[in-house]
């Protein structure tokens, strides 16, 4: 048995954050009791709940705490709470300068349509069944992160401008990444761009053409960001690794959570692809983990949002951060027999008797030997 201790940071948020993380931790504890490793917890406010209770998104000693962790599990920012500060204050900006600062460059979001609930999407069974893709986003450049950006007034109305660069660098990392990523699957990547307009997309193309030549083994499909987004609803069991910039990313990902029946489903890892360092003899890679569902105010603190992306978070971070596949595959496998034994949250219930966040989280752990 390892005596490792593992040093996790957790940010639950806003909105559902909190309650979700609740469950992700608890399915950590339960592995890491099962498996003779101990983990130890450092828990800080983040967005709106940071706001409220330190007048900023993120403090910078939160920062620096989340910065000397092993790992970062986080919830959700935002709500229309706070929808009117300015864009330097408000929730998402203690997310992004996080983002930033951990030079977290590339979101990883697998999108695997479960057997359980092929008839819960609302796009035809034939579609969706056996869909097993992953977006691979870059998360630090683009429209997100370019200046100038601001809105202003004018004698001919109000104007707003926002920037959308890359730089040769950024787009090398993330590409090769998604390339690595498919040489360990079915050996595809489709690069999602808008090449036939934007001269950030051609850059784009043309350094990804030369990265595939790099790895000859694997085909490379070039695709326009728009008849992509029409592929992914039609015949998405046609992707296997596709790789966009950040705006394109934030969007498809979301529109690919209608193939696994809610946006509660899908898990999803930040990067930075610096060296591992040591927790004793263990390598361990800084990652964030987080679902992608967002704060969802509308049904917070009602015990019904949907816990599976943030307890599949885990097990990313689990095998990611931390070098744990077999924890990380008992965590899969547990939320695949929940989900075959009926378990439904009110987001994929379609209308049938639908169990509490906490009532799913424990049907997972309860599958994984803890109670």
Known sequence: MSATTYRIMLLPGDGVGPEVTAEAKATLDVVAAASGFSIAYDQAHIGGAAIDAHGVPLRPEDAERAEEADAILLGAVGGPKWDSYPRETRPEAGLLGLRKRLDLFANI?????????????????????GVDLMIVRELTGGLYFGKPSRRWETSRGRRAVDTLIYREHEIQRIVRLAYELAGARRKKVTSVDKANVLQSSQLWRAITTEIAAEYPDITTEHALVDSTAMTLISRPRSFDVMVMENTFGDILSDEAAVLAGSLGMLPSASLNGKKPKRRGSVAVQMGMYEPIHG????????????PTGAILSAA????????REAEASAIEAAV????????????????????????????????????
């Open 109 to 129: 979001r697998p999108v695997r349509v479960f057997e359980a609930l092929v008839d819960t999407s609302p796009i035809k069974p034939d579609v969706v069944r």
């Open 295 to 306: 704060s969802a105010p509308d049904i917070a603190g009602q015990g019904v949002a949907n």
């Open 316 to 323: 990313m971070l689990l095998r990611t951060s931390l070098g």
């Open 336 to 371: 695949d027999a929940a989900l075959e034994a009926g378990a439904r949250t009110r987001d994929i219930a379609a209308g049938g008797p639908a169990v509490s966040t906490a009532e799913f989280g424990a049907e997972v752990r309860r599958r994984l030997g803890g109670r």
